[in-house]
Nanobody, 115 residues
Framework: QVQLVESGGGLVQPGGTLRLSCTAS????????MGWYRQAPGKQRELVAS???????TYTDSVKGRFTISGDNAESTWYLQMNSLKPEDTAVYYC?????????WGRGTQVTVSS
C-alpha cells in the first residue's frame, strides 16, 4: 500500500502563488509517474501536471508557463509550484502516483483563487 498526503492549498488572490506538496509513504518502490489532477465544481477531474521518475514533465495547456512540477526522490515528495493563479484554477487538487499494479490518490487539497 501507498499513502499520499497533500499540503499547501488555501485561499489566494488572483495573480498570487501557492505551492502544493505531496509526500508518499508505504510501499513506494517504483512510483512512476506522479503528479496532480484537479476537479472544479461541476467539472470532470483533469490532469494538471505529471512527472516521471526520470524527471520528464507534462502539463495541461491551461497551466503551461505558470505551474511547475518537481520531485524530490530522496524525500518521496513532489511539488506543484503555482504562479500567476487565476480564478479558473479554483479546484480541489489531488496528487496521484502510479505503480505497476494501480494508481494511488491523495485526499485532495482545496485551492481557491478569489479577490
Amino acid at each position: 500500500q501507498v499513502q499520499l498526503v497533500e499540503s499547501g492549498g488555501g485561499l489566494v488572490q488572483p495573480g498570487g502563488t501557492l505551492r502544493l506538496s505531496c509526500t508518499a509513504s508505504g510501499n513506494i518502490f517504483r512510483l512512476n509517474p506522479m503528479g496532480w489532477y484537479r476537479q472544479a465544481p461541476g467539472k470532470q477531474r483533469e490532469l494538471v501536471a505529471s512527472i516521471t521518475s526520470r524527471g520528464t514533465t507534462t502539463y495541461t495547456d491551461s497551466v503551461k508557463g505558470r505551474f511547475t512540477i518537481s520531485g524530490d526522490n530522496a524525500e518521496s515528495t513532489w511539488y506543484l509550484q503555482m504562479n500567476s493563479l487565476k480564478p479558473e484554477d479554483t479546484a480541489v487538487y489531488y496528487c496521484y502516483a502510479h505503480t505497476v499494479a494501480r494508481v494511488y490518490w491523495g485526499r485532495g487539497t482545496q485551492v481557491t483563487v478569489s479577490s
